[in-house]
């Protein structure tokens, strides 16, 4: 009776910690990517020349 038990009880505890980690690791790529694609896509500022060639958002293109 203990056995099953035990052996339920690490089984529900695997199951619910790999959503965990799937979802840290998930979160970590989103905001690594998130952030390699705002600094990529950011427009340079108006006032530089570098404003009227196309860069900024033509960039990743």
């Known amino acids: 009776l203990v ?4 052996t339920g ?10 959503p965990i980690a799937g979802g840290i690791v998930l979160a970590i790529l989103c905001l690594f ?8 896509t950011l427009p340079p500022p108006a ?3 570098d ?3 196309k860069r900024g958002y033509e960039r990743i293109r």
Not at 3 to 6: E, N, S, T
Not at 33 to 40: M, P, Q, V, W, Y
């Open 51 to 53: 404003a009227k060639e």
């Open 33 to 40: 990517t998130a952030g390699i694609f705002l600094c990529g």
């Open 9 to 18: 009880g690490l089984v529900v505890a695997g199951i619910s910690i790999i």
């Open 3 to 6: 056995l099953p038990m035990i």
């Open 47 to 49: 006032y530089t020349p």
